[in-house]
C-alpha cells in the first residue's frame, strides 16, 4: 500500500502527522469490485494522529490540515478519500462524549468549514457507519461528483472494514 505522509506542526511544539494510505490495484477490482472503467480511481484512507500524545495541540495544526487535505485533491484528480474516527481512548473535557464522537465533531467542525472549496472543487461526501453493532464509529467518504456511480462500492467495503 503506497502513502503519503505529512508532519503538520501546530507551532506550539507539537505536530499532527496525516497519512494518505492509498489502496493497491488489485484491492480495487478484488476486494472493492470498481468496474474497469474507473480502474483508474484512487482510493485512499485519512489516517490523523498526533505527534506528542501527552501535550496539547493548537488548532492551528488541523487549519493546516485541511489545507493539505485539499491540495491532495488536487494533486489526485481520480481520488476518493475516506476518513474513520477512531476508537481508541481519548481524554477530553467532553466527558459526555464518547472519543470517536469527540473526533467527529473536531472533523465535522472543520470539514463544514471548507464546505465551499470542496464544492467548488466538485468534491462531495457521505458519512457511513463503520464496525460492527456495539463497536461501530462515525466515517465519511471524499469522492468527485463523477465516481458517484460507484461511491456505493468503497463505502459497502468501509461499512463493514471492522466487522468481526
Known amino acids: 500500500m503506497e502513502s503519503i505522509e505529512t508532519i503538520i506542526p501546530d507551532n506550539e511544539g507539537n505536530h499532527l502527522v496525516v497519512v494518505l494510505s492509498f489502496y493497491e490495484d488489485n484491492d480495487k477490482v478484488g476486494t472493492f469490485q ?6 483508474d480511481l484512487d482510493i485512499a484512507d485519512i489516517a490523523i494522529n498526533k505527534l506528542n500524545l501527552d501535550m496539547p495541540l ?11 487535505l485539499i491540495e491532495q485533491f488536487s494533486i489526485f484528480h481520480n481520488a476518493v478519500f475516506s476518513f474513520i474516527c477512531s476508537t481508541e481512548p481519548l481524554e477530553t ?7 470517536e464522537q469527540y473526533r467527529w465533531s473536531l472533523f465535522e467542525y472543520f470539514y463544514q468549514r471548507k464546505i465551499p472549496k470542496l464544492t467548488a472543487m466538485g468534491i462531495e461526501s457521505r458519512d457511513i457507519i ?5 463497536y ?4 465519511r467518504v471524499f469522492y468527485r461528483i463523477k465516481h458517484a456511480p460507484v461511491i456505493h462500492l468503497v ?4 461499512s463493514h472494514k471492522y466487522s468481526f
Open 93 to 99: 473535557h467532553h466527558s459526555d462524549m464518547t472519543s
Open 58 to 68: 493548537s488548532l492551528c495544526a488541523f487549519f493546516k490540515m485541511c489545507h493539505w
Open 34 to 39: 470498481i468496474p474497469t472503467e474507473f480502474a
Open 130 to 134: 463503520v464496525g460492527p453493532q456495539g
Open 136 to 139: 461501530q464509529t462515525f466515517a
Open 155 to 158: 463505502i459497502e467495503h468501509l
